[in-house]
């Protein structure tokens, strides 16, 4: 199994920074070959927002790219998503998504808020 559990979200300025964390536990952390950032915005389908894979390129989806950059730490047990220049339409729930050899599990959200 694999917990993930995710961070760092809040209330931001347009122009602003945040940093969410997606950080995993359990007993098959260790098999994650990779993780996606997610978001959901109010009314809208969840949308994949960063990809990052075990020895593969960083995908990032058109709207961020440029001011968004996923990175992780050696055991892709801890994935960053660095997320610069926010503008109001960032404003959503952002999930991470880990990938195992035997499925994939979610985390519960981290809301960020982009408002003046």
């Known amino acids: 199994q694999v917990q993930l559990v995710e961070s760092g979200g809040g209330l931001v300025q347009p122009g602003g920074s945040l940093r969410l964390s997606c950080v995993a536990s359990?007993?098959?952390?260790?098999?994650?070959?990779?993780v996606e950032w997610y978001r959901q915005a109010p009314g809208k389908e969840r949308e994949l927002v960063a990809r990052i894979r075990r020895g593969g390129p960083l995908d990032y989806a058109d709207s961020v790219k440029g001011r968004f950059t996923i990175s992780r730490d050696h055991a892709m047990r801890k994935v960053f998503l660095q997320m610069n220049n926010l503008k109001n339409e960032d404003t959503a729930v952002y999930y991470c998504?880990?990938?195992?050899?035997?499925?994939?599990?979610w985390g519960q959200g981290t809301r960020v808020t982009v408002s003046s």
């Open positions: 359990g007993s098959v952390s260790a098999s994650i070959n990779a």
């Open positions: 998504r880990a990938w195992t050899p035997w499925g994939d599990r």
